[in-house]
C-alpha cells in the first residue's frame, strides 16, 4: 500500500526545537523528491522544505531558511523536518509530500504547537 505517516509533534515552548518524521511505504522511495509543507489554523497548506532525492541538495521558504532542516534516510524509506528556534508562527499541522505515479501522495499530518 502506498502510504506516507508522519509523527513527532506536540507542543513546545517559543525558541524550542521538535523534529517531526515521515515514514514512506509502497513505492520506491529513492526515486522521488520529498517535500514537507504545513496548514495553520484557518490557512491554505503550504510548501515549507523540500529534498532532492539523493538527499543532497535541498530547499526552504524564506520564513524557515536557517531555522529548519529537511533530511532524508533513503536506507529507511524516512523523512525528517528538523525544526529549532521554533515560533508562534510555526504553528500548524506539518504533512509530507510525494507525487507518485502523477498523483500527490500525503500522509494524515502531524499537529505542532508553539506557545508558552
Known amino acids: 500500500q502506498v502510504q506516507l505517516a508522519e509523527s513527532g509533534g506536540g507542543l513546545v515552548q517559543p525558541g524550542g526545537s521538535l523534529r517531526v518524521s515521515c515514514a514512506a511505504s509502497?513505492?520506491?522511495?529513492?526515486?522521488?523528491?520529498m517535500r514537507w509543507y504545513r496548514q495553520p489554523p484557518g490557512q491554505e497548506r503550504a510548501l515549507v522544505a523540500r529534498?532532492?532525492?539523493?538527499?543532497?541538495?535541498?530547499t526552504y521558504v524564506d520564513a524557515v531558511r536557517g531555522r529548519f532542516a529537511i533530511t532524508r534516510d533513503n536506507e529507511k524509506n524516512m523523512v525528517y523536518l528538523q525544526m529549532d528556534n521554533l515560533k508562534p508562527e510555526d504553528t500548524a499541522v506539518y504533512f509530507c509530500?510525494?507525487?507518485?505515479?502523477?498523483?500527490?501522495?500525503w500522509g494524515q499530518g502531524t499537529q505542532v504547537t508553539v506557545s508558552s
Open positions: 509530500n510525494a507525487q507518485v505515479y502523477g498523483e500527490d501522495l
Open positions: 509502497g513505492f520506491s522511495f529513492s526515486n522521488y523528491v
Open positions: 529534498v532532492s532525492r539523493d538527499g543532497g541538495a535541498t
